[in-house]
Structure formats: C-alpha cells, structure tokens
C-alpha cells in the first residue's frame, strides 16, 4: 500500500517537474543527489522503483538521501511507522472536532517568570444608579449590559421580559442576516424565569443577572444542536457543557441562541448560507465569529461569545462595527469548544463598548480543569488603571483620532514600530493551525466528507496539503514561533500599541505570541457606489489597542477611556430603515472569499 501511494504522489510530481531520464538523458548527481542506482547489477525495475520515491521525497524536500537509504525508509515505514500511526488514529482520531483527548503539548504566552499577586481577584464596575427604562424596545436593545443589568436589578424590567425582547429581535432579522443556527428558547425562558425568581427572593448574581447572550455554534450546550455550521454535522448534538457556558450560566446569564460559525470555523460561509453585515447588507460578516458580530451589531442580543484561532473575532468586529476582545491566549477555557489548534484557539466576547468587554471578560476568565492551556488569569483591575501613567506606541496604520484622544487624556503616545526578523510569520501560523486542525478532522478526511464541504477553496485544499507537511517541520515551525515570541517581547517597550486590527500580519503575529487586542470602532464612511438617491449603509472604521499577554486591563482601560467621550460604538446599523433604493437583497450566490483568511 506505501508503495503504491509513493508512486502516485510521484507520477503527480513527475507531471509538473520530470525528473525520470530519458534513455538519452543520463541518470546524474545534478537530478538524483547522492544517487547510487547506476551500480552494476542494479535491475531497471527496482531503478524506476527508487526514482518514483524520489520524486515523492521532493514533495518533503528531503530529496538528499540516496537509494540505498530510501529503500531503508520505506522499509522501516512500512514495518514501524504505519502500524504506529495507525493505533494512535485508532485510539484518540476516531472523533471529529477535537473535543477529546486534547495534545499534552501547552503552548504558553508567559513573558515573566514571577508568580502574579492578583489572581482570582475581580473587578469593581462602576455604579449606574440611576438608570431608567426608555419607553420603546429599540432604545432597550441597544443599551449595555451593565445598563441592562441596572433595570433588572431595580426591577424596572424582569429577565423573561428582555428575553422576549431579544428572541423577537433575532426573529425578526435573522432572514436578512443569516446569523443564528438555532433559538434556545425554551431553555432561555426557564433560565429567566429562575433568574426572576432568585431576584424575588433577593439573590443577585451581578451584572449578568437574566442578561440574554448568544453562543457561537462551535461551544456545546446538552440537548441542543452544535452544528459547527457545516452540513456534515448539522444534526449533531453534544451533550457537553462548555466550560464557557457553564460560568455565563453561574452568573446568571441567558442563552438565547446559538449563533453562527462559519464552517468548521473557517469564514462566514456555513451551512445555511453566508451570515451578511448589519452596516452594510450587500456585505458579509467575513470571520467565522460571523454571528456572534452579525447579531450584537444588529442589537438582536447584548453580547456574545465567539473565538478566534487567526482573526475571527478581529475580522468580523472590524466589519460589523463592534467592540470586541480576543484575551491572552488560555485566559478563557475550551471544555466543549470545537478545536481547530489547541496552542491557537482563543473565546472572547463581542460587546456594545469596552465596558460590557471587560465585564463579560470578568465573568469567564479562569482556569478550566478540563483546558491544560487554560490558567488564572492575573489581571488588574482595568477600572482602576491609572492611564495617565502609561506609554502607549502607536503604529504608522492607526486610527490617529484614537491617539489624539488618549494624548488629550493624559497619555503619553509616543511613534512606535513593530521590528522583528522572523520573515515567515504567515507560515508559521499556516504550519500550526493547519496540521492541528488535520489531527481534529482526520476522520472527516479519510472518509472523503471534505467533498461535501461548504467551499471547497478552503478547509479541503489546505488540510489535504497539511497532510504533506513532515512531523520535523511541525516543530521547525514551533522553534520559529519560539523566537518570534522573544524578539516581540524585545521590541514591546510599550504599555500598549494601537494599529490595524485586520492587517493580515499583525493577525498572525498577534495570535502566535498570545497577544490580546481589543477591536474598537472609530468611525463611518460611505459605501463604494452607493445608490443615486442617497444610502443609510455605511463602511465601519475600527482599529486595534494591542498590549502584552495578560495586559488585557491595560487595552480594556484605554478603549474606555476613548469610548468615554466617543461615540462611534453607540450608532446603530440601518436594519430597520435602510433608506432610498436599499431594499433587502435576496440570498447571494456563494462565493468564497480569498484562501486562508479567517478563522
């Protein structure tokens, strides 16, 4: 069977570049380096044998070895690898998702090695006595949760009344945005009602007491469908209760939906069609964190939870106009989340301001007994960071009004520049995330489900070619991220940087060090060839506030203080009234966006 798969890939790679010589064309070192198949005796069968596995070493570029050692290494594949890799498959890959039996290699964003004092501690929120009803849902559901949370307590509003609120809003504009997967609405009224009746015996939870959320629909809840937005596995439930849900739950939160993810977490393109932006309805979400921005942006819930492996909490807040956080790596636990890179992976909230960021953040931070990545997170308090002690850099692609305002404030911002000599980053990322995500799926693939794949551009090419990438690059590419990491912490003489959010290098350079950043809007501009007669829809204006892992208080309290005389977060997409000539457009013919963007 090796014999006749090396052969293949062969012919495959002898199509594009021959490499077999002609009989008028001798055998040389030039084309078979340290070949010794020339020698005397040698049949021509076994002659052809070792040119075709050479040309397969090519696509491993390991084509030194000479024939005499190729024929051992396929012997000793033959006798000990494959019977290895085949009980470990056996064993542990007879599940999609990566849900189980999670690698023991833990990826760990530490820049110091001093044991952090503050663990455990939580956050003091600012007090919104005061607050009063508004008189029409609208303006309900596009207030904070922290706003929210104040109604509830004062019992100006019950939990089962915002639920309904937010269950007729996801209802109603789900048809245009394509964001949610499935409503959870008998569990959401039993959720409110409890909380309800907790308050009636006067237990308060917190802020997040009877607040409606949404899921993205990679996080498992029992009884429930977890889709992971892909055909394939539409039906599927998973009786797991995601770490993540289980502390929303404990603060007394409600889940109202599962939200939407792009197939197996790649884009916004899933089973059910393609999740479009609230600003902009000709346009998609992009990032698989799709419903989740589609939803919050489109006040259908207060927050939501997405993830983010390389850009998908970034892209699609960018887009949607929404702030939101992607935390230091292992700051949230992944008990019941679909995998695709365990040193990768990332949840974060998608809020109205950086205020309801870091009280959702509050809530689900810690350490994960099931997540050997997952750790107490040892944040200040971002309520009580002194900004004006702070050195803020800022990048040569920042939003300059971000800047000018935090240097009104008090901060000292000074020019700053990202100087590191790792020139593969991109590569990096795409070694680790595609072969990981390979290790969760390898059962989806040897079963030929990748043909039924929502955009065959994507998932499919990739981890077909994730299969072709030797174990020794694996960890080449770890060692390179290695000294990525330290010559990012070499260079970060800052408190924090503000930059693009979406420059596809600093996704993937933030995302292999563990940097957080929080996405904030800065702004509007009118859309490229907007209709004669005048549009509502607008191109949302974000940036990013970087700062090192475990900072998060830092980029937290620096969002908030530009958002507290600010008010870009606080606009409202034109679902309701699109204005002249913009009528809701009919489902859009899927196409897949450029390959390798967001996950």
Known sequence: ???????????????ITPVIPSPSQPHNSTTYPNTDSKK???????????ASLRCAFELFDANFFNDKKILEIVKGVKELNIPIIRANRKLVASVNGGLHN???????????????????????????????????????AFMSVLELGELIKTKQITSEELTCIFLQRLKRYNHVLEAVVSYTEELAYKQAKHADELLAQGVYLGPLHGIPYGLKDI???????TTWGSKTFKDQVIDIEAWVYKRLKAAGAVLVAKLVAGSLAYDDIWYGG?????????????????????????????????????????????????????PTFGTVGRTGVMSISESLDKLGPFCRSATDCTVILDTIR??????????DSPLDDPFLVDITKLTVGYLDDAEMEVVQVLASKGVNVIPFKLNY?????????NFTMDVDMLSHFDKWQRSGQDDDYEAQDQWPIELRRARMIPAVDYVQAQRARGKLIQEVREIFTVDAFIGNATDWEKVCMGNLVGLPVIVVPTGFKNISNPPSSGSRRRTTITTGIYAPPHHEHIALALAMAYQSVTDHHKQRPPINNLGPNDSIPNPPTVTSPPRLLYF
């Not at 110091?112 to 503050?118: A, H, T």
């Not at 996080?219 to 469908?225: A, G, L």
């Not at 810690?366 to 750790?375: A, N, T, V």
């Not at 000599?421 to 990096?428: A, H, L, N, R, Y």
């Open 40 to 50: 005397n005796g040698e049949c021509p069968e076994k002659i052809n044998e070792v």
């Open 219 to 225: 996080i498992s809840v029992p009884h429930y469908k």
């Open 102 to 140: 999670p690698s023991v290699l833990v990826f760990n964003p530490e820049w110091s090695k001093e044991q952090p004092q503050s663990i455990g501690k939580r956050f003091h929120y600012p007090s919104l006595i005061g607050t009063k009803r508004p008189k029409n849902e609208e303006d309900i």
């Open 274 to 326: 393609r999740t479009r932006n609230p600003w902009n309805i000709e346009e998609f979400t992009t990032g698989s964190s799709a419903g989740p921005a589609a939803c919050t942006s489109a006040g259908m819930v207060p927050f939501a939870i997405g993830s983010e492996t390389a850009g998908s909490i970034t892209y699609p807040a960018a887009r949607c106009g929404v702030t939101a956080l992607r």
């Open 1 to 15: 069977m090796m014999k006749r798969l090396l052969i293949v890939i062969a012919l495959c790679c002898c199509a």
């Open 366 to 375: 810690g350490r994960d007994p099931g997540d050997l990545s997952s750790r």
């Open 421 to 429: 000599t790792v020139d593969s980053v991109q590569g990096i990322l």
